[in-house]
T-cell receptor, first 112, second 111 residues
């Protein structure tokens, strides 16, 4: 059991809307990474936050943005939703890149 | 750059062994292995660090060839519970902290 929790677990949005996904990291972990996983694919890195600062970003447009709070929980915001944004969104917390990352159960986002 | 995993899929009978390979064109700092069952989150299995440090499970082992930029995951005496999709994730030397995952290897263990 990892202790990483995500909310909500499922979400349906309409194209053009905005969405906020939330992640509570495991106790003691100051690093949170967000991933998008399409069906049948590996997780794709969106960005990482370390002590409230963005610490790396993948090939995602600026409408994907995030925050990390002083308690190290995190949010992923997606504006102007497109149909292709439909996917499982995973967050993972870790101490640093030398240690394992623990994933939450994910948020299944469907854009219609 | 996304690592390449092979094979894409493998079917075993319970008790058989399997090897899953992961290769990269970039110099690696660490290799992470995860298993994901359908509809669930990826679960950590193993991490291998540049310089030889290794963590893992009892019946699952792995190697990390820094010169060839390759890693292999070894599953011995497979059990039904080993079924799932295995992903390798890589961090690169001199890069950010991001973990880049391969497309996965689907392992099916039959009775």
């Amino acid at each position: 059991e990892t202790g990483v929790t995500q909310s909500p677990t499922h979400l349906i949005k309409t194209r053009g809307q905005q969405v906020t996904l939330r992640c509570s990291s495991q106790s003691g972990h100051n690093t949170v990474s967000w991933y998008q996983q399409a069906l049948g694919q590996g997780p794709q890195f969106i960005f990482q936050y370390y002590r409230e600062e963005e610490n790396g970003r993948g090939n995602f447009p600026p409408r994907f943005s995030g925050l990390q709070f002083p308690n190290y929980s995190s949010e992923l915001n997606v504006n102007a939703l497109e149909l292709d944004d439909s996917a499982l969104y995973l967050c993972a917390s870790s101490l640093d890149r030398r240690t394992e990352a623990f994933f939450g159960q994910g948020t299944r986002l469907t854009v219609v | 750059q996304q690592p390449v995993q092979s094979p894409q899929a493998v079917i075993l009978r319970e008790g058989e062994d399997a090897v899953i390979n992961c290769s990269s064109s970039k110099a690696l700092y660490s290799v992470h292995w995860y298993r994901q069952k359908h509809g669930e989150a990826p679960v950590f299995l193993m991490i291998l660090l540049k310089g030889g440090e290794q963590k893992g499970h009892d019946k699952i082992s792995a190697s990390f060839n820094e010169k060839k930029q390759q890693s292999s995951l070894y599953l011995t005496a497979s059990q039904l519970s080993y079924s799932g999709t295995y992903f390798c994730g890589l961090t690169s030397q001199g890069g950010s902290e991001k973990l880049v995952f391969g497309k996965g290897t689907k392992l099916t263990v039959n009775p």
